[in-house]
């Protein structure tokens, strides 16, 4: 698989979770790589992304101030920590990659997917 999530599981509202998504060597330099969330019953929609250019991130307004996206490139992680979580961030949580060192604000220009990690906010 060339993106794999990890780190998902149920924390109470306040508190914290670091996601990580460990990408192919062979794209993790040249891709921008980027964090989606489902909630059920609601469509997908994009919460962050960095590039591979400087590191230019993007975030959701809904996550602005309380996540941080951020790559290892002494490994081939990017990770997104999240803060302050709330109820309304509970949702799969899934890593994308596309072939392109540039963010993009369309789902549909992303050309690879993991596999999904669930984060649910509850007390």
């Known amino acids: 698989e060339l993106l794999v999530e990890s780190g998902g599981g149920l924390v109470q509202p306040g508190g914290s979770l670091r996601l990580s998504c460990t990408a192919s060597?062979?794209?993790?330099?040249?891709?921008?790589m980027a964090w989606y969330r489902q909630a059920p019953g609601k469509e997908r929609e994009s919460v962050s992304c960095i590039d591979s250019v400087d590191d230019y991130t993007y975030y959701a307004d809904s996550v602005k101030g309380r996540f941080t996206i951020f790559r290892d490139n002494a490994k081939p992680i990017v990770y997104l920590q999240m803060n302050s979580l709330k109820p309304e961030d509970t949702a799969v949580y899934y890593c994308?990659?596309?072939?392109?060192?540039?963010?993009?604000?369309?789902?549909?220009?992303?050309?690879?997917w993991g596999q999904g990690t669930q984060v649910t906010v509850s007390s």
């Open positions: 060597e062979s794209i993790f330099s040249i891709n921008s």
């Open positions: 994308a990659t596309r072939d392109d060192p540039n963010c993009s604000d369309s789902e549909e220009d992303y050309d690879y």
